[in-house]
C-alpha cells in the first residue's frame, strides 16, 4: 500500500485555443448611423491613440501604415455593426484569434488598447454620431470579445 492513487496519464496535448468568449454583436443602429465612413474615422482615431500610447510598438509606426491598418480593422467592425461583410469579402475568414497570434497580446496591453478606444468613443456621438444610447453594448462587445486575443501571461 503507497498510500495516494497515481494518475493513470498525464495530459501532454498542448490545450486547444479558446473558443470565442460569448458577446452579443454591437447594436445594427450603429451602422445605420455611421455608415463604412463614419467607422472608419473612428477606427483612424483609434489608431492614432493606439500609435501614442504605451503598446505603439505593436503597431505600424508609419503614419499611413498606420491609417492603413486602421482602414483594415474598419472593414471588419462595419459588418460585426450591422453592415455588409467588407472583411470577409477581402481577407476570407476572420479567425481573429489567429491573426493577432503573430503579435504578443498580455492582458496589461488589452487594458491600454480598451483606454485607446475609450478616448475616442467619449467624443464619438459629437464627432461621427455614434447613436449614445448604443454606446454601452459596443463597450460590452470590445471589453468581452477582446478576451480573446490575449495570447501571452504577463
Ligand atoms: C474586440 C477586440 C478586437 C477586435 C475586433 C480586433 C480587430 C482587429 C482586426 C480586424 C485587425 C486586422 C486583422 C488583419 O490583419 O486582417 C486587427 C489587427 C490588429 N490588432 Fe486587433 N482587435 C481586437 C483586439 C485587439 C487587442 C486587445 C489588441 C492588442 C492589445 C489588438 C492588436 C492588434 C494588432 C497589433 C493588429 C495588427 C495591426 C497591423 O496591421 O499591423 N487587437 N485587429
Redesign the pocket.
Known amino acids: 500500500m503507497d498510500g495516494e492513487a497515481k494518475p493513470r496519464y498525464v495530459r501532454t496535448m498542448p490545450t486547444p485555443d479558446p473558443l470565442p468568449p460569448v458577446t452579443a454583436f454591437p447594436r445594427p443602429e450603429i451602422f445605420a448611423a455611421l455608415g463604412a465612413e463614419g467607422i472608419r474615422n473612428l477606427l483612424r482615431r483609434v489608431y492614432v491613440e493606439?500609435g501614442q500610447s504605451s503598446?505603439a510598438s505593436?503597431?505600424?509606426s508609419e503614419p499611413e501604415?498606420l491609417q492603413?491598418?486602421a482602414d483594415?480593422?474598419s472593414?471588419?467592425?462595419v459588418g460585426?455593426c450591422g453592415g455588409p461583410p467588407l472583411?470577409e469579402k477581402k481577407?476570407g475568414p476572420?479567425r481573429?484569434r489567429l491573426?493577432?497570434q503573430p503579435?504578443a497580446?498580455?492582458d496589461e496591453?488589452?487594458l491600454?488598447?480598451?483606454g485607446c478606444w475609450e478616448e475616442v468613443l467619449k467624443t464619438a456621438p459629437e464627432t461621427e454620431g455614434f447613436p449614445r444610447e448604443h454606446l454601452d453594448t459596443f463597450r460590452e462587445?470590445?471589453t468581452?470579445?477582446?478576451r480573446?486575443?490575449?495570447n501571452k501571461e504577463g
Request: aromatic content about 28%.
Open positions: 493606439l503598446i505593436l503597431f505600424p501604415a492603413a491598418a483594415k480593422s472593414l471588419f467592425f460585426i472583411y481577407y476572420p481573429m491573426r493577432h503579435f497580446i498580455t496591453a488589452r491600454v488598447w480598451l462587445y470590445l468581452t470579445f477582446s480573446w486575443m490575449v
